[in-house]
Structure formats: C-alpha cells, structure tokens
C-alpha cells in the first residue's frame, strides 16, 4: 500500500468504516511509514478531542423538569 | 381501567429508553443551534414528537439513532432559518489544507532539530482548548457540522447518519471529509489571529 492509498482512506479507517482486511493493510503501512502514522494519529485526535468537548453539557434540571411535566412521567 | 394500565407501561418504556439520553440530545443540540436557550427547546420539542409517535418506534432498533432522527429532523425545520449561519466555505480553498502539516512547519520553524513525530503535533493540537473547539465547529456549516457530529460525538456508522440525514452514505462520507478540513482550518486561523503560531508559509 502506497502513502497516497492509505491516506485516501484516512478518515474511512479512523471512523472503523473499513473491511478487516483493508484495516490489516493499513495497520501495516503506518507500521512502516511514521509521515503517515503521524498524520493518521492527530487526526484521531482530532476526533476524540470533538468527542470530549461535546459531552461536558448537562441538560439543565429545568429542561428534565419541563419534559418530565409535559409528558407526565 | 385497561387503557390506563397501557398508558402507564407506554410511559415506563419511554422513560426508561429515552430519559437516559437527555445529556446526550441536549449536548448535541447545543452545537446545532449553538445556544442553550434553543437548545433546550429543540430537545423539548424532540421529546414531545418522539413520545406522540412512540408507537412506531420499531423494538429492539437503536433508541438513540431514533430520537436522534427525530432531533436532527426538527432542528432542520425549525431552527435552521432562525439564525445565520456561516457563509458556504470555498471548499476548493482548503480541499488540500492540513492541520498537522501546518503544525509540522511550525514545529521545525521553531526547533532546527528533525521534528519529532506525532508526540509534538498531537501536543500542540491538544494545546487547544475546548472552547477553541466548540467556536471553531460553530463556524462549520450546518450539513458538514451534522455530520461531523454524528460520527465524532455519536460514534454512528457512515450508513447510520445516512439515514439519519437522509442521504447517501457517499454525500455522508464527503460532508464528514469537508467538515473536518473546515474545522482544522478554522482552528488554525484562531491560532494565527491570537498569534500562538506565525504562519509558517511566510
């Protein structure tokens, strides 16, 4: 596998949209090539870091209150 | 007497499968309308329609992509107009933009040794902090944000947030693509504004 085909399925890979065997290639092409094992880890990062940040809201109590009260549960 | 007892058992399964996602649809919600005021109707509103037609959803299928559907579908309709959103990106601007290269540059402008690898890139992207974050999705425009959202924060499959937008699973895989470059773009132009970096290109 070529650097131009792994990073063709950079974000299908990050995003574990990919078939094993294609998974295995890659694996092993990052293995072998730290430009592209570099690239394919901040982009994982970038991911989790759009993760984390969009968890630390609570649903203000008012809102369960308001839901809670309008479907009388 | 009977139809009060199925009342009550309807209630007790909504409860129990939905009340446990109100963070969840509330969080999300947030970064769709990009306040709480709306946000917190938009949910309100969700939770309204999903109990109305409870009865069709299927057992045993994902509650989450459901009522999600459902959010996305209401926010769509009622929201999207309400407030501006970002000017459509000149996508062939940034089409070949990268984060971690414009990262690298700066690492080697600054440091004369080789860089070190994804350790110092991954260091300097985790500099940010989540407010950077939050604002710099903000200024991705709604298609690209929803999908971004529903793959990074939801965790659904390319074929799920396909059918919850109602589109190709290619339209999924290409607005998740431009979504993230537009973000990364955005974030570096924080950067550059604040001058944390000089732009390396100079």
Redesign the interface.
Same mark, same amino acid.
């Given at each position: 596998m070529t650097c131009r085909e792994a990073v063709d399925k950079l974000h299908e890979y990050i995003d574990s949209e990919l078939d094993s065997a294609t998974t295995e290639k890659i694996k092993k092409h990052l293995d072998l090539c730290r430009l592209c094992c570099n690239q394919f880890e901040f982009e994982k990062t970038m991911k989790e870091l759009v993760h984390k940040c969009c968890e630390r809201a609570k649903a203000p109590d008012v809102l369960k209150k308001k839901i809670a009260d309008t479907l009388n549960l | 007497m009977q139809e009060n007892r199925r009342d009550q058992e309807k209630?007790r399964e909504?409860?129990e499968l939905f009340?446990p996602l109100? =963070? #969840?649809?509330? #969080?999300?919600a947030?970064?769709m309308t990009r306040n709480?005021r709306d946000a917190?109707d938009l949910?309100?509103e969700a939770?309204?329609k999903a109990?109305r037609f409870f009865h069709r959803f299927e057992r045993g299928t994902n509650a989450r992509a459901w009522i999600l559907t459902i959010l996305t579908n209401t926010f769509r309709t009622r929201y999207r107009k309400k407030k501006q959103e970002p000017d459509m990106v000149d996508f062939q601007a940034i089409e070949n933009f990268?984060? +971690?290269d414009e990262? $690298?540059k700066v690492i080697k402008a600054s440091d004369k040794s080789e860089a070190k /690898? +994804?350790e110092e !890139? $991954?260091k300097l992207?985790?500099d940010?902090v989540? =407010?950077d974050?939050?604002n710099a999705?903000e200024a991705v425009p709604e298609q690209f944000r929803l999908a $971004?959202?529903l793959? =990074? !924060?939801e /965790?659904f499959?390319?074929q799920e947030i396909a059918e919850i937008l109602n589109v190709s699973v290619g339209t999924v895989?290409s607005r998740?693509?431009r979504g993230?470059k537009i973000?990364?773009k955005q974030l570096w132009d924080f950067a550059k504004e604040r001058g944390i970096v000089r732009d390396a290109k100079k």
């Open positions: - | 209630k909504f409860e009340v109100l =963070d #969840n649809l509330y #969080n999300i947030l970064r709480p917190e949910v309100q939770y309204l109990y990268c984060l +971690a990262m $690298v /690898g +994804a !890139v $991954v992207l985790k940010y989540s =407010d974050i939050l999705l $971004v959202l793959s =990074d !924060v /965790g499959s390319y895989k998740i693509f993230r973000l990364q």
